[in-house]
């Protein structure tokens, strides 16, 4: 088995394109990869929970769904820190989820220690 970083830099402004990055890092987990998210730009705005709730892509899903197979995977999801705050993303939206905020150093960790990485 693989282990894959998913870079999700989409958010809800083009949701066929980060949809289908949640949707493949859900089939990879679920195929017993080990897959990772890390969620930048406006792709951390997927972490918000009306987002979550909303989201459902064109042939891709529904990100509440996807989100609840990765947290049962064990998939965690990074987002970060610097696009929060750019973007209004407060600790209160990350509550009770599985995500971690980091610094983007940590990008550059994770691209480096997996074998592949996809980016949406």
């Known amino acids: 088995m693989s282990s894959i970083l998913f870079h ?34 406006d ?6 929970n009306t987002i979550i709730e909303n989201l459902t892509g064109l042939g891709t899903g ?4 996807h989100m609840s197979i990765l947290e049962k995977n064990g998939v965690v999801i990074y987002v970060s820190s610097m696009s929060c ?4 993303i407060t600790d209160k939206d990350l509550e009770g989820k599985k995500v971690r905020k980091v610094l983007p150093k940590t990008l550059l960790d994770l691209v480096l220690s997996t ?3 996809l980016i949406y």
């Open 8 to 41: 999700i830099t989409s958010g809800p402004n083009n949701i066929s394109k980060s949809m289908l990055g949640f949707l493949l890092a859900r089939t990879a987990s679920e195929e017993g990869h080990e897959v990772e998210i890390f969620l930048s730009g």
């Open 43 to 48: 792709g951390v705005q997927l972490i918000r």
């Open 62 to 65: 529904k990100l509440k769904e």
């Open 85 to 88: 705050e750019n973007r209004g």
């Open 115 to 117: 074998d592949k990485t």
